[in-house]
């Protein structure tokens, strides 16, 4: 039997894949292509509507992707090459999966054909999708690309967003396909009913101490400022996950409190509480299990009631709720206050967040993976200008510099400040050449103190007791230090190091004056 010929004049499958793409509202691609995806670069190039951004490894790629979706609510396509380039991206995926956050992954693979002969980058590439996917498919020929393409897209929009992984087998993208699909009707987010508003407000009404736990679009605009009179009229708590995907922070936005790390302390934080409403968040679990420490965060007693499932419109039901209890006082919004300037001294982790807050224009995006460092001095920005704050919430590290990446394409007229721990830095610092290429106002500080910091702490926290020099060498990644200015001069980003609070002060306030991409050493 012999093989079709490749598409000549009319249209290929990778056209019909990227014309779908495209007419499905998908405009940018994260890419780090291969052979098996040089169609699909054809495409690209022949075909407007769609920005290619080069990322020189694959946790780039899948994190900006994230960090675009977090910004904009709507989907990136990614471009990975087979399993193994899939494989690189697959932790910023699980990240991307946790937020969830809408994304398109199309991913090569061999032709049909050459799939028996185990070459050398033959791999199950489904295997590799599945476990960060909420959607796989492999297109069979080149005439089902267009419409798989359109369900991709549309099982990547459904509420809450879903991370779709479509496959396409070389041949599938070369050979003749039909024409475009036009786009398919997105599910969601799906209304909230009046009985889950009634429960609520029964809860409200019994009196007890009640706390919502808000993810996702509730802690954003309309949301916030609906749970803020909910918060005024009955005395409710306002909390948040430790970690967040995209909270509203600031001068004039609704506060909300975040859920401390450790099991102990977040235990202590709810205790009392009656009734937990959740609206788009689960019910809170510990980051990780400690001997003889619960998983479960509710405290005993508490009712958990769920007001909106993450696919819901919370938005929707914490306004029908505050129209249901007579909520119409606004909430209390936190001042404008940026954090005074530390003292001159050698640079301190909360001089770090003082500077930053101090500076931060109206406006701008923090992209927050300063792990140890940041999280005791995260309070320090309640009162600094408005911005959004991103937080790593897969648990996977190496996410903060694509996700300011990612965010910097979505919002070019928004300053974006990566506050970014070096040791998490290193998984992903391919990041600040992409930040170079495309000229992106970001501006990155380095907490360089040269250790897995976090991991020492936690010697203790799960009861090893002392630890000798051999285990304390898994956590020093000083000796040799890493420079962060070459690093970054050497991916073309203007770098500077500082070793003192006026110093860093200098440098960070310039960097807010300037655009494109700066990074800042703050030695710790
Ligand atoms: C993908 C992945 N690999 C490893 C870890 C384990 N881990 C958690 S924090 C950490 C070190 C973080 O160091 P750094 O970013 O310098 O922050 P610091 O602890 O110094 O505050 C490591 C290796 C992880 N969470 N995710």
């Given at each position: 039997m012999h093989q079709p010929l490749p598409a000549t004049n009319s249209m290929n499958g990778a056209e019909s894949l990227v014309r779908t793409l495209v007419a499905s509202g998908v405009e940018v691609c994260f890419a780090n292509p291969g052979t098996s995806e040089m169609h699909f670069v054809g495409a690209l190039d022949r075909i407007e509507g769609m920005r290619p951004v080069l990322g020189l490894f694959e946790g780039v790629v899948t994190g900006a992707a994230d960090g675009y979706a977090r910004m904009t609510g709507k989907p990136a396509a990614t471009l990975l090459h087979l399993g193994p380039g899939l494989a690189n991206g697959l932790a910023n995926l699980h990240n991307a999966r946790k937020v969830p956050v809408p994304m398109v992954n199309i991913i090569g693979d061999h032709a049909s054909a050459h799939q028996g002969f185990d070459a050398p980058l033959t791999s199950d590439v489904a295997a590799f999708a599945r476990p960060v996917s909420h959607w796989v498919h492999s297109s069979p020929n080149a005439r089902s690309v267009a419409a798989d393409a359109a369900?991709?897209?549309?099982?990547?929009?459904?509420?809450p967003g879903q991370i779709a992984s479509l496959i396409l087998p070389a041949d599938t993208a070369w050979l003749a396909a039909d024409r475009p699909a036009a786009p398919l009707p997105v599910l969601g987010p799906a209304p909230v009913s009046d009985s889950a508003v009634a429960q609520s407000v029964a809860a409200l009404k019994a009196g007890g101490p009640v706390a919502f736990l808000l993810r996702g679009e509730a802690l954003r605009g309309r949301a916030l400022t609906a749970a803020g009179r909910?918060?005024?009229?009955?005395?409710?708590?306002?909390?948040?996950?430790?970690?967040?995907?995209?909270?509203?922070?600031?001068?004039?936005?609704?506060?909300?409190?975040?859920?401390?790390?450790?099991?102990?302390?977040?235990?202590?934080?709810?205790?009392?509480?009656?009734?937990?409403?959740?609206?788009?968040?689960?019910?809170?679990?510990?980051?990780?299990?400690?001997?003889?420490?619960?998983?479960?965060?509710?405290?005993?007693?508490?009712?958990?009631?769920?007001?909106?499932?993450?696919?819901?419109?919370?938005?929707?039901?914490?306004?029908?709720?505050?129209?249901?209890?007579?909520?119409?006082?606004?909430?209390?919004?936190?001042?404008?206050?940026?954090?005074?300037?530390?003292?001159?001294?050698?640079?301190?982790?909360?001089?770090?967040?003082?500077?930053?807050?101090?500076?931060?224009?109206?406006?701008?995006?923090?992209?927050?993976?300063?792990?140890?460092?940041?999280?005791?001095?995260?309070?320090?920005?309640?009162?600094?200008?408005?911005?959004?704050?991103?937080?790593?919430?897969?648990?996977?590290?190496?996410?903060?510099?694509?996700?300011?990446?990612?965010?910097?394409?979505?919002?070019?007229?928004?300053?974006?400040?990566?506050?970014?721990?070096?040791?998490?830095?290193?998984?992903?610092?391919?990041?600040?050449?992409?930040?170079?290429?495309?000229?992106?106002?970001?501006?990155?500080?380095?907490?360089?103190?040269?250790?897995?910091?976090?991991?020492?702490?936690?010697?203790?926290?799960?009861?090893?007791?002392?630890?000798?020099?051999?285990?304390?060498?898994?956590?020093?990644?000083?000796?040799?230090?890493?420079?962060?200015?070459?690093?970054?001069?050497?991916?073309?980003?203007?770098?500077?190091?500082?070793?003192?609070?006026?110093?860093?002060?200098?440098?960070?306030?310039?960097?807010?004056?300037?655009?494109?991409?700066r990074l800042i050493e703050a030695v710790l």
């Open positions: 369900r991709a897209v549309q099982a990547a929009r459904n509420a909910i918060a005024a009229k009955t005395g409710a708590r306002l909390i948040c996950d430790t970690f967040v995907p995209r909270v509203e922070r600031g001068a004039g936005r609704i506060r909300v409190e975040r859920l401390p790390y450790r099991p102990g302390p977040a235990l202590e934080f709810l205790e009392g509480t009656q009734t937990l409403i959740l609206v788009g968040a689960q019910a809170p679990i510990a980051f990780f299990a400690y001997p003889g420490q619960p998983s479960e965060l509710t405290p005993p007693g508490c009712r958990p009631l769920v007001l909106a499932f993450p696919h819901e419109d919370g938005t929707g039901a914490l306004e029908a709720l505050a129209e249901a209890i007579g909520a119409t006082t606004p909430g209390k919004a936190s001042a404008h206050a940026p954090p005074a300037l530390p003292a001159d001294g050698p640079v301190t982790a909360e001089g770090i967040m003082r500077i930053a807050g101090h500076f931060l224009p109206e406006n701008a995006i923090i992209s927050d993976e300063t792990i140890s460092s940041g999280f005791p001095f995260y309070p320090l920005n309640e009162t600094a200008a408005p911005h959004d704050s991103l937080q790593l919430s897969g648990g996977a590290i190496g996410d903060g510099m694509p996700v300011a990446t990612g965010a910097a394409i979505a919002c070019p007229d928004r300053k974006v400040v990566s506050l970014q721990a070096d040791g998490s830095a290193m998984y992903t610092l391919q990041s600040l050449w992409t930040q170079a290429r495309e000229k992106l106002d970001v501006t990155t500080v380095i907490y360089a103190n040269r250790a897995y910091k976090v991991l020492m702490d936690e010697v203790a926290g799960v009861g090893l007791g002392r630890i000798g020099p051999r285990g304390q060498s898994m956590f020093d990644i000083g000796n040799p230090d890493l420079d962060w200015v070459k690093l970054a001069e050497g991916m073309g980003v203007e770098a500077v190091r500082a070793e003192s609070h006026a110093a860093l002060a200098a440098a960070f306030k310039a960097a807010m004056g300037q655009r494109g991409p």
